[in-house]
């Protein structure tokens, strides 16, 4: 993440030890990334922010339990796409449609182009949600969130090419997708 951060084992450690700004900078540091993998799984935005607030409170209670404080990362990842696939067994039942349009306002002069920038919008999220997850989440990272590949590449555990080939595919697909509907030349 920022190279200026210390890493997480030391923040750990210091948190343990009683520091309360060791958590803070964990948090900080991470906060995007587990904001955009909650979004890119359950295609919510308050939904992600509700997450998002549960996996920090989880991470907080269980890692004194955190046996190698080096595989912090992952241990969150984890933390994070369990909530987010518990969050979907409990709104299966009961998820409207509407609830997965979840869009933001275009801050436009006129109500034409307010009508036009809100329709692209929502074409686009549609689009995105309806990419295979890999995909979903590296762009919602990179595009959404502003995560750079290499983090995002330490924090999924993979290697940066392979971010770089994700968000190459998935470009080609919505690009594919958008002139299939007409919407590309």
């Known amino acids: ?15 343990l030890q009683g520091s309360s700004t060791a958590i803070a900078q964990l948090w900080l540091k991470y906060d995007r990334l587990v904001y955009g993998i909650a979004h890119s799984v359950v295609c919510s935005r308050e939904a992600a922010e509700d997450i998002r607030q549960e996996v920090f409170l989880k991470a907080y209670t269980e890692l004194p339990q955190l046996q190698e404080l080096t595989k912090f990362a992952s241990w ?3 933390i994070t796409y369990n909530a987010c696939y518990s969050y979907l067994r409990r709104q299966r039942k009961t998820t409207s449609l509407d609830a997965l349009t979840d869009v933001e306002q275009p801050k436009t002069a006129s109500v034409e182009a307010n009508v ?23 762009i919602e990272l990179h595009y959404f969130e502003g995560q750079r590949v290499a983090d995002i590449a330490e924090f999924l555990e993979l290697s940066g090419s392979t971010i770089k080939w ?20």
């Open 116 to 138: 036009e920038g809100r329709e692209l919008r929502t074409l686009l999220r549609k689009m995105i949600d309806r990419l295979p997850e890999e995909y979903r989440t590296v």
């Open 166 to 185: 994700r968000i190459h595919k998935a470009r080609e697909v919505l690009q594919r997708t958008a002139k299939i509907n007409g919407y590309l030349e």
């Open 1 to 15: 993440m920022n190279q200026e951060t210390p890493c997480d084992a030391l923040l750990i450690k210091k948190h």
């Open 76 to 78: 969150l990842r984890s």
